[in-house]
């Protein structure tokens, strides 16, 4: 009966394709839905978010998500190893697995104000700065980790991150939001 009642319950939560169940996501979990929809969630670790094959820190890594990478809940994976997980699908490559649901929220990236100072905090040590917002524009720069920049445009949503225009110097282009940081860096 206990088995029956566990198996009930995780079918219900996973039952995203119901109305009813998208329309109590947010309150299961604990969020709103302001600025994304019941199913729609923004990775928020730094340096990035292990996407898992399965519900638990034992499970393949099968990719390392940035900070406001775009994932659309498909699932709930269960409880295991002190972490809630859900199956999630990345918006940007269409890869599943499962993540842990404490290191998603539901609103975008971080926001920057026009002419804001920002420097450039990417995990791999360098941030390519294109002509549009993009990953399919031209990369112009290469910038390292440290480079200091000031906000002209932005946010927009574009191939699964989100982007902002920012001025370096004497070179101005668009960064995925994720890699930047407030304030001036080392450069």
Partial sequence: ???HTLL???RFLAGSATASAMAIAPTVFGLSSAGATASEFFA???PGLRLRSGPGLGYKILASLSKGARVERLASGG??????WVKVRVVSSGKTGFVAFKFLTT????GFEIGQTVHVEAGGGRGNLRSGPGTGYRVIATLSTGTTGTIKDG???ATGYFWHKVSFGNVTG???TSVLAPGAGSR
């Fill in 1 to 3: 009966m206990v088995l």
């Fill in 8 to 10: 009930s319950r995780r």
């Fill in 44 to 46: 928020t670790a730094k």
């Fill in 79 to 84: 409880r295991a190893d002190g972490y809630e």
């Fill in 107 to 110: 609103a975008p990236s971080d």
């Fill in 155 to 157: 946010p927009v949503e």
């Fill in 174 to 176: 668009w960064i995925v």
